[in-house]
Nanobody, 117 residues
Framework: QVQFVESGGGLVQPGGSLRLSCAAS????????MGWYRQAPGKQRERVAA???????MYADSVKGRFTISRDNAKNTVYLQMNSLKPEDTAIYYC???????????WGQGTQVTVSS
C-alpha cells in the first residue's frame, strides 16, 4: 500500500560517496524493517542493508563498513549513506518493506548508481 520513491543516485568515481533517500507515500512507523536493495545488470536483486524500528541494522558482507542505513519515521524517509564506492556497487537501488519484498512485491523505479572512473 505504501509507495516508495528513491532518489540521490548518480555517477561517481571509485572511492566517492553518495547519499540515497527513500521517501514513502505514507507512514513507515508501522513498518518493522525497512531495507535497501540493489540489482545490477544480469544479476538478481539483493538486499544490501536493513533497519528495524529499534534502529537495529543489518548489512550484506559486500557493503559492510562502507554503507550506513538510517531511518527518520517522522519524515517517512529511509536513507543509505554509501562511502568508498566501488565499481561493483553499480546497480539500480531500491527501498522496500523487508517483509513485503518477496514474490509479488511492489518495487518503485529505483535510483541508478554508477561507479566509474
Amino acid at each position: 500500500q505504501v509507495q516508495f520513491v528513491e532518489s540521490g543516485g548518480g555517477l561517481v568515481q571509485p572511492g566517492g560517496s553518495l547519499r540515497l533517500s527513500c521517501a514513502a507515500s505514507g507512514s513507515i512507523f508501522s513498518i518493522h524493517v525497512m531495507g535497501w536493495y540493489r540489482q545490477a545488470p544480469g544479476k538478481q536483486r539483493e538486499r544490501v542493508a536493513a533497519i528495524t524500528n529499534g534502529d537495529s541494522t543489518m548489512y550484506a558482507d559486500s557493503v559492510k563498513g562502507r554503507f550506513t542505513i538510517s531511518r527518520d519515521n517522522a519524515k517517512n524517509t529511509v536513507y543509505l549513506q554509501m562511502n568508498s564506492l566501488k565499481p561493483e556497487d553499480t546497480a539500480i537501488y531500491y527501498c522496500n518493506d523487508v517483509t513485503r519484498s518477496g514474490i509479488g512485491a511492489y518495487w518503485g523505479q529505483g535510483t541508478q548508481v554508477t561507479v566509474s572512473s
